[in-house]
Antibody
């Protein structure tokens, strides 16, 4: 069974930092581009960023609101992708999901809650 | 920035067909994906690349596109289909993923 499990969320003060992790199992993790999506309370889905596979140089792209504050990285030996979040703002509050993105095989984690207050 | 427009909500009776639209400039040139999110749950992809279904998604879910409007069609709607549905594209101009605002489907 394929699983993506996010961790690292919590309560942090404005200006603080958190590092989220997304650990995959049951899939060839290294083959996938990995994406983070967040959802503010009662709101819709918002793309955060994406990291490509090693084959594609682990290139990263970020949404405008987080560019310069968030950094994506991955460790395929641990089947894990990381989201380092610095200079957190109240507007960053929400549930953060990791996903493999659209395709024949598409997976989402259950999310981890980040509260900035 | 690129914008995808969806109706905020719609209601259908069980056993009927739900059609959810998603519009955007030059959408005809982009691949559209659809995600379903039931209350309190993580999203699930139900259609990718305009009309293809991921493994495990029932044939009742289908996608299509005409011009700059994409459509998610759910046939023989069931109570369990009640959810928020989000369309999604990759915008090459900005190197960003863009989500529509979501459509809340209520099954009467």
């Amino acid at each position: 069974e394929v699983q993506l499990v996010e961790s690292g969320g919590g309560l942090v003060k404005p200006g603080g930092s958190l590092r989220l992790s997304c650990a995959g199992s049951g899939l060839r993790f290294s083959d996938f581009y990995m994406t983070w999506v967040r959802q503010a309370p009662g709101k819709g889905l918002e793309w955060v960023g994406r990291i490509k596979s090693q084959v594609d140089a682990e290139t990263t792209d970020y949404a405008t609101p987080v560019k310069g504050r968030f950094i994506l990285s991955r460790d395929d030996s641990k089947s894990t992708v990381y989201l380092q979040m610095d200079s957190l703002q109240v507007e960053d509050t929400g549930v953060y999901y990791c996903t493999t993105g659209p395709g024949l095989q598409s997976y989402w984690g259950q999310g981890t809650l980040v509260a900035v207050s | 920035s690129y914008v995808l427009t969806q109706p905020p909500s719609m209601s259908v009776a069980p056993g009927t067909t739900a059609t959810i639209t998603c519009g955007g400039d030059d959408l005809r040139l982009k691949s559209v994906h659809w995600n379903q999110q039931k209350p309190g749950q993580a999203p699930v992809l139900v259609v990718y690349d305009n009309r293809d279904r991921p493994s495990g998604i029932p044939e009742r879910f289908s996608g299509s596109k005409s011009g700059n409007t994409a459509t998610l069609t759910i046939s023989w709607v069931e109570a369990g289909d009640e959810a928020d549905y989000y369309c999604q594209v990759w915008d090459r101009a900005s190197n960003h993923v863009v989500f529509g605002g979501g459509t809340k489907l209520t099954v009467l």
